[in-house]
């Protein structure tokens, strides 16, 4: 984006899964599968893959923080067990292996726990073999998607693209190497980076939100 342009604003996370869907149509991986990245990545998930008329499901991850600065995250954990860790950080925040492994398995109980009350709403995708179009409301580090590329690979996923309306720079940069095609409304250079200044409303999602969208045929939307 040019200096002298303004940034798109999406109205919600509603308003970003239509604009993802007008982009994601022109994709050869459009007859594939749209997963969304809880809890933030559901709603555009959802919205997108009803307007094309495709199957969508959910991912769960957690990200792994070190309890004593809760701001410093140090990698993400996917419900499967993979695992992402951002090894720079980790250098900076020198935590004892043992220690990360412990966080680690806390996050990945937690995410399964999450995945399971979901699954009790949806039964979870078999994505052996198919085109998974994994989609976050915004990508602020990239350690997420990758987690969740990495989980996609490891289930057998035929391809994987990555969709979001907005991602930072360094994001971007991140992930682009590791999936097979990305695609995003606004790549953002600003530093510090925060998704709240391109949405008009940016609400916190809860459990209940999910499952009420994993409830809905796609009729309903």
Request: net charge negative; with cysteine; proline share 6%.
């Amino acid at each position: 984006m040019r200096p002298d342009e303004r940034p798109v604003v999406f109205e919600g996370r509603t308003d970003a899964g239509h604009r993802l869907a007008k982009r994601l149509g022109h994709s050869r991986y459009s007859q594939g599968i749209v997963v969304g990245i809880a809890r933030g990545g559901i709603l555009v998930a959802a919205t997108a893959a009803h307007r094309l008329h495709m199957p969508w499901n959910v991912m769960v991850t957690r990200s792994l923080v070190n309890p004593w600065y809760p701001q410093a995250g140090f990698g993400v954990v996917a419900s499967d067990g993979s695992s992402v860790l951002n090894e720079p950080m980790l250098r900076a925040l020198d935590i004892p292996r043992h220690d990360v492994d412990e966080i680690a398995d806390h996050a990945v109980k937690d995410a399964r726990r999450q995945a399971e009350l979901y699954a009790s709403r949806r039964e979870p995708a078999d994505l052996n073999g198919r085109s998974v179009i994994l989609v976050d409301d915004a990508l602020i580090s990239g350690y997420t998607m990758l987690a969740a590329i990495r989980s996609a690979r490891l289930q057998g996923a035929g391809g994987v693209i990555v969709a979001a309306p907005l991602a930072s720079r360094s994001a971007a940069n991140l992930v682009e190497s590791s999936a097979d095609e990305c695609i995003f409304d606004i790549v953002s250079p600003s530093i510090p980076f925060s998704p709240a200044d391109f949405y008009v409303d940016w609400p916190e999602l809860d459990d209940g939100d999910v499952m009420n969208l994993l409830g809905c045929q796609r009729g309903d939307m």
